[in-house]
């Protein structure tokens, strides 16, 4: 059986407490949109809320991966009210799905939830992915789906890069427009 956690807390304050943890993340969401032509839906209530939610969950994700050195997918969203709910696995490791299966357990439960909750306006999906770079080589990364009930969905790409130590260190922030949003 898969089992929810949800977790309640006022979004400006999770914002807060994590902002230390790594501060380059969404800025450049904003710029990318601005950058698309279109100044004044990059600084609109919708892109500020997404800008601020999805800026948790990759500090967030972020956190996960320092402490435990893994990530296991999750999600996030936050109603009108600036209230936010994390809902993330529940249950003991050697029982928890495969994460593919997982993530769309999760989309399919924020879908639901976007359909029931009318007060809802920004879901997150965060999960580790990896894509492939020109070279054929895999480079692993934190992945984020952002969706605002009354904007365009974005998916966000942060990647982990090999720098010459051989270690993984935190590369530029990819953002794009997706073409499968969350809402219904």
């Given amino acids: 059986m898969i089992s ?28 990318a949109a601005a950058a698309e032509g279109d100044e004044a839906k990059a600084t609109s209530p919708e892109i500020q809320a997404m800008n601020s939610i999805a800026e948790v969950a990759m500090q967030t994700a972020l956190r996960a991966i320092q402490e435990s050195g893994g990530l296991y997918p ?61 070279d054929g080589e895999k480079v692993p990364g934190i992945w984020a789906q952002v969706d605002h009930r009354d904007a365009d969905t974005w998916v966000l790409f942060l990647p982990f890069l090999l720098n ?17 949003p969350i809402f219904p």
């Fill in 74 to 134: 999750f999600a996030m969203m936050a109603k009108a009210d600036g209230e936010a709910k994390v809902l993330g696995y529940q249950g003991d490791q050697e029982s928890a799905p495969p994460q593919d299966q997982w993530t769309e357990a999760l989309f399919l439960r924020l879908r639901q939830m976007a359909e029931q909750e009318p007060d809802l306006k920004v879901l997150v999906l965060v999960r580790l992915h990896e894509v492939t770079s020109k």
């Fill in 164 to 180: 010459e130590a051989g270690r993984h260190e935190v590369g530029e922030l990819i953002y794009y427009a997706s073409e499968q």
């Fill in 4 to 31: 929810l956690r949800v977790g309640l807390k006022r979004l400006a304050g999770i914002g807060m407490m994590l902002s230390m943890t790594l501060s380059l993340c969404l800025p450049m969401a904003v710029s």
